[in-house]
């Protein structure tokens, strides 16, 4: 093959290529993905959050400050969620403040409530 020939292909190449992209700017999601809560794991996925799990509990209740007994914990891909009630602020800080320094906790989705029943 020519050295004309080959940049000649190569020049065909790149102009069909370009006439594949749009023009038109974003276009609308057709799917939506689930949120991390929903998304479905693998079993991997599931054993790294089971293990996430168990360190965040192991800190919470070992921590003479931090009353855990009240917070359900719900892992899914490294993102923790917190339900249930906190003591007063200062635990519902602390509680945070302990999850943050665990390993592989991706984010803390905190929907606890003080002690009365208010939503934070």
């Known amino acids: 093959m020519t050295q004309k020939t080959l940049s ?3 020049l065909t190449a790149l102009i069909l290529m370009t006439g594949c992209t749009s023009n038109k700017g974003p276009q609308p999601m057709v799917y939506s993905p689930p949120s991390t809560k ?3 794991r693998s079993f991997t996925t599931m054993m790294e959050d089971s293990l996430i799990l168990t360190r965040i509990k192991t800190k919470l209740f070992s921590d003479d400050l931090v009353d855990g007994k009240g917070i359900d914990i719900l892992v899914r891909h ?3 969620y917190l339900t249930g009630q ?3 602020d200062a635990h519902r800080r ?3 403040d302990i999850i943050r ?6 984010r803390i989705e905190n929907q606890l409530t003080i002690g ?3 939503h934070i």
């Open 38 to 40: 929903e998304a479905p």
């Open 116 to 118: 009365s029943g208010h």
């Open 101 to 106: 320094t665990v390993e592989g906790v991706v």
């Open 78 to 80: 490294g993102v923790v």
């Open 8 to 10: 000649l292909c190569v």
């Open 86 to 88: 906190a003591m007063d």
């Open 94 to 96: 602390m509680a945070m």
